[in-house]
């Protein structure tokens, strides 16, 4: 596990993350120079979306990849950026990046491929315009800023160190369904997941642990997105939406979390509000590391 981003440290970001306060370098994300106005009030919309570097990640085979994210600063406004210019890589428009934004932070959304010869120093730069202000994030090879699976367990779990001995695994994914339908019309999909049940939950000795310290209450649309638990769980989300426009509901979203399991299954309709080519992502977690399938769907306008 690469210690170049420490359990401690890692952990922190891991609690900054989950205030969407998680920034990996400052430099690697512009900013502004002074406070927007109001900056103390929770906006349900009309705020822009900052993108993230999250680090980068030499595989297994040797390639390196940069992994990106974002924080849609709105509490309740999910935006629609379509691949161009406003949202887009500097190389390429288009890396695969989302152009669905949930609102908050998300992590480690998604990764970009490099030449093994990428230098050291050369920037990848995505950047997103949305409400009328332009932000950017920029990926380089900083070796303080090399991660591992070890690093996403601890931003992305619950805290504390990951498994060691077993280790844990990344869930397995797969998806069934037919890739074509009307607008309106049910979509029938099936996603199954296997793990290797780990992690399993801690055993804490409740009659030992004093009772938390209260906590200053928080405005509802203030509160923070809930850290992961324990378990294997599969959700589904929108990645893609038309250039266009268009809403997708699924029925339902996601699975039960089974604790300790190692296969779950989810039967899942999606409706269609809108014609048009949409990106699906089933995404497979076992509370502390997480595996997507994207699912490319064509919706038509009439019966099918």
């Given at each position: 596990m690469k210690l170049r981003l420490g359990f401690q440290q890692a952990a922190s970001f891991a609690v900054l993350a989950a205030w969407g306060a998680f920034v990996p370098n400052a430099a690697a994300q512009s900013s502004r120079d002074q406070l927007p106005e109001e900056a103390g009030f929770a906006r349900a919309a009309g705020q822009d979306v900052q993108p993230f570097f999250e680090g980068w990640q030499r595989l297994p085979d040797g390639h390196?990849?940069?992994?990106?994210?974002?924080?849609?600063?709105?509490?309740?406004?999910?935006?629609?950026?379509?691949?161009?210019?406003?949202?887009?890589?500097?190389?390429?428009?288009?890396?695969?990046?989302?152009?669905?934004?949930?609102?908050?932070?998300?992590?480690?959304?998604f990764k970009v491929g490099v030449p093994d010869d990428w230098p050291a120093d050369k920037r990848l730069t995505w950047t997103l315009t949305a409400n009328g202000r332009t932000n950017t994030a920029n990926g380089w090879l900083q070796p303080e800023w090399e991660v591992d699976e070890g690093v996403m367990q601890m931003n992305i779990g619950p805290g504390g160190a990951p498994p060691v001995d077993p280790p844990n695994t990344a869930p397995g994914i797969s998806v069934k369904g037919d890739t074509t339908v009307g607008v309106g019309k049910p979509l029938k999909l099936t996603a199954s997941a296997t793990d290797d049940g780990i992690p399993t939950p801690r055993n804490r000795n409740r009659s030992a642990s004093a009772p938390p310290p209260p906590r200053m209450p928080l405005p509802p649309a203030a509160a923070p997105l809930p850290r992961a638990q324990i378990g294997l769980r599969i959700r589904w989300i929108l990645y893609r939406a038309p250039a266009g426009g268009g809403r997708v509901a699924f029925e339902p979203d996601r699975s039960d979390i089974l604790v300790g399991g190692t296969s779950a299954e989810l039967a899942t309709q999606v409706t269609f509000s809108a014609p048009g080519t949409y990106w699906l992502r089933a995404i497979a977690s076992d509370g502390m590391l997480e595996t997507p399938y994207d699912l490319k769907v064509t919706v038509i306008e009439g019966q099918r």
């Open positions: 390196i990849v940069m992994w990106f994210g974002y924080l849609n600063r709105n509490y309740q406004e999910e935006l629609d950026l379509p691949i161009g210019p406003g949202n887009r890589f500097d190389l390429r428009d288009d890396e695969g990046q989302p152009t669905h934004f949930y609102t908050r932070r998300r992590l480690f959304v």
